[in-house]
């Protein structure tokens, strides 16, 4: 049996477990609770639906006027993709209350002016390509720093498969072999890109010391629970000798004659 001292130290021990626990578990339910979405997640969601705007009809464009079936297989594939993407996105816009842009820019609607307007199945493929590789590499670098930063689940599950939707277009339109690469806009590199492994996941030093007390809080529970348990089974051990001894006492021994 426990004795009273620790009979009090198991309770207390319960009951710093069970603080531990609370404290852990706050920020979590927080965090499920308020799920909002950044000004990058709603540009995001806006960039994805403007792509489409002009995205699907490029393709249908492309898997109508190209001569050459890869243009068209490829035309064909942005066009479905685009407009699956287009129901996920405007799902989440619904759910969060972004308002969606209706219709493609101006840039869009020049670019699609200048397919219409290709005089030659060879020049519409050319035209179709080019602009399709320039406007995923743009959209594929914002998809990437959205999946990398939000805080929101859904933006960053619609983000990495957006990820691999536009990584897959870039890979087809690259296959065609019409790609024009030096006509493509430079590569930049963030001058803040490299940030510390604490920024990165918005930790500051009170956040990173609380959780190593808790983790040493934690550790020092188990190992004081740990030796109760052994000092108990000890004393049950010691306890059940006494008992069996006590009920079998040794016989009497005869005297020597």
């Not at 499920?32 to 002009?54: F, K, Y």
């Not at 308002?99 to 670019?111: E, F, G, K, R, Y």
């Not at 030096?182 to 001058?191: D, R």
Request: a positive charge.
């Amino acid at each position: 049996m426990y004795s009273g001292c620790e009979r009090g130290i198991a309770r207390a021990l319960v009951l710093l477990v069970l603080v531990v626990i609370g404290q852990l578990a706050v920020p979590v339910f927080a965090s499920a609770q308020i799920a909002t979405v950044s000004d990058s997640d709603r540009d995001l969601l806006n960039r994805v639906r403007q792509a489409g705007l002009w995205e699907m009809p490029s393709g249908d464009m492309a898997r109508v006027r190209a001569q050459t079936p890869q243009v068209r297989d490829v035309g064909q594939t942005l066009m479905v993709d685009h407009g699956r993407l287009d129901v996920q996105v405007r799902q989440l816009a619904a759910k969060y209350g972004v308002v969606l842009p209706d219709q493609a820019t101006a840039d869009q609607q020049s670019w699609l002016a200048e397919e219409r307007a290709a005089t030659t199945t060879s020049d519409f493929e050319r035209v179709f390509v080019n602009r399709l590789r320039a406007a995923h590499g743009v959209i594929f670098a914002v998809i990437a720093q959205v999946r990398a930063g939000t805080r929101n689940d859904d933006i960053r599950a619609f983000a990495a498969t957006a990820n691999q939707v536009v990584l897959r277009h870039i890979s087809l339109l690259e296959s065609t072999g019409l790609v024009d690469y030096n006509a493509l806009p430079q590569p930049t590199v963030s001058s803040t890109a490299a940030t510390s492994a604490a920024s990165a996941l918005n930790l500051g030093s009170m956040d990173i010391a609380t959780s190593v007390a808790l983790g040493l809080l934690v550790c020092g529970a188990t190992l004081l629970v740990l030796w109760l348990i052994r000092n108990s089974a000890r004393r049950r051990h010691r306890s059940g000798e006494n008992h069996a001894r006590d009920r079998d006492p040794e016989p009497a021994k005869e005297p020597v004659r």
